[in-house]
């Protein structure tokens, strides 16, 4: 990262539920460890599934991967999951907080609590993304960040391996961009004004 450039976003969240665990490997594993801005996930998963999504992310890709903690404030270079069962929301202080209110949109965790407390927090300075999925959670939220002022990406449904949730978003608003699972990295990194080190690349797995 070119340390006298300070990226323009304070957080880039991310939801995501059927086909998850293939289209995350795939997003995470093209970002670079020290990529300049946090990011939040929702993935939709199995009330008993415990931290096996942040281990197996984090062992496959350079960005570090963990299970998000209440109360704590998200760093750059890291990927916060929402634990199995709970919402992941942000405080108002930009803080990490966990609830098991009941579910939204049949989810817990759910991608509009994340996105729609985010914006509150973050307003103009928050990316979204919207990820392969059923139903359609995730497009109230990615609503709210767009009237907010932040950046809106949604998966190309076409190639989604569940259409339904980024279909429901395109319904209720015109995104920054439509995009392929292979773009979205790149644009996360043009977003964060990222300059690898000088001679390197930024590390991508299979």
């Known amino acids: 990262m070119n340390k006298s450039t300070t990226p323009p976003w304070q957080a880039v969240v991310v ?42 992310l ?24 929402a634990p199995a069962n709970y919402h992941l929301l942000v405080e108002p202080d930009g803080c990490l907080a966990l609830s098991i209110d009941p579910p939204v949109n049949y989810a817990r965790p759910s991608v509009d609590v994340l996105f729609e407390t985010a914006a509150e927090a973050h307003g103009s300075k928050l990316v979204g993304l919207l990820l392969t999925g059923a139903g359609s959670d995730g497009s109230r939220g990615l609503r709210t960040i767009q009237q907010r002022g932040g950046h ?38 043009d977003l964060a004004q990222y300059s690898p080190p000088k001679g390197l690349k930024p590390t991508r797995l299979p």
């Open 152 to 189: 809106t990406l949604v998966q190309d449904p076409t190639e989604a391996l569940a259409e339904s949730m980024p279909r429901s978003a395109l319904e209720l608003l015109k995104p920054d961009a439509i995009l392929s699972l292979e773009e979205m990295a790149p644009r996360l990194l």
């Open 15 to 56: 939801g995501v539920s059927m086909g998850g665990l293939e289209a995350l490997k795939r997003l995470l594993s093209a970002l670079p460890a020290d990529f300049p801005i946090p990011i939040l996930v929702v993935q939709h998963m199995d009330p008993q599934s415990g931290d096996g999504l942040a281990t197996i």
């Open 58 to 81: 984090d062992a496959f890709c350079p960005i570090r991967v963990k299970e998000a903690d209440a109360g704590e404030q998200p760093l750059a270079g890291t990927v916060y999951l």
